[in-house]
């Protein structure tokens, strides 16, 4: 039974309905299931506010009370709310430093598995494929992404700096996700639709990528 809305919630009916929604998408297409995953969008850029998904909610049938709303050190705002996920600090960086809108994170079996068979050179190359021009901005098939791999770490705030210290190190690199070994997906946009976008265009690239190595090792 969906509980009732918190008081200080109701004025973000409208993003909590597009979570949810994004949410059962998630679930129903094998990339969030269980408790798995976590998702975001920017409620306020001065002081940042975010409403983040609680932790521990079916992300398939997330109710209106399931989320909150947090700063930019992750904090409930105000107190007294469910904890929100234990990655939230990594929400509050892409919103901080790539002026994400919204930010989702699964654990599809093929960001998986490929995170780790892939984390000895640190990242996947994505190139040549039309369906990149899905990506904000890319106008052409002949696009170049790199998609970095970092090590799964329960130390949250250790994983934020590296992420952090990454971007910062290739500041003119195309940026528009990440994934965590043996973990999942870190992709955002300007907007949830912008996002959700993003996430179904590199979701689709790495199914591409593990069928076809797939393919090569049956031939």
């Given at each position: ?132 021009k899905g990506f904000e901005g890319v106008t052409s098939h002949q696009t170049t992404l790199w998609v970095p791999i970092f090590e799964n770490t ?66």
């Amino acid at each position: 039974m969906n509980q009732p809305l918190p008081e200080h919630l109701t004025p973000f009916r409208h993003q909590i309905a597009g979570l949810q929604q994004v949410g059962h998408q998630c679930w129903q297409r094998g990339w969030s299931l269980g408790t798995s995953s976590n998702y975001s969008v920017v409620l306020e850029r001065e002081p940042l506010r975010l409403l983040v998904t609680a932790s521990g909610k079916d992300k398939g049938h997330l109710q209106d009370s399931d989320f909150v709303i947090v700063d930019s050190e992750g904090r409930p705002v105000p107190e007294g709310q469910p904890k929100s996920s234990a990655e939230t600090l990594l929400h509050c960086s892409a919103a901080q430093h790539w002026k994400a809108g919204a930010v989702l994170h699964t654990h599809s079996p093929w960001a998986t598995v490929l995170s780790d068979l892939f984390f000895a050179q640190r990242g996947i190359l994505l190139e040549g494929y039309e369906f990149l021009k899905g990506f904000e901005g890319v106008t052409s098939h002949q696009t170049t992404l790199w998609v970095p791999i970092f090590e799964n770490t329960q130390d949250i705030a250790a994983l934020r700096e590296e992420v952090e210290r990454y971007w910062k190190s290739n500041p003119h690199a195309l940026c528009f996700a990440y994934l965590i070994r043996k973990h999942g997906l870190y992709t955002w946009g300007n907007h949830l639709p912008a996002a959700t976008r993003h996430l179904e265009v590199i979701e689709f690239l790495l199914d591409c990528m593990g069928r076809r190595m797939s393919l090569r090792g049956s031939a």
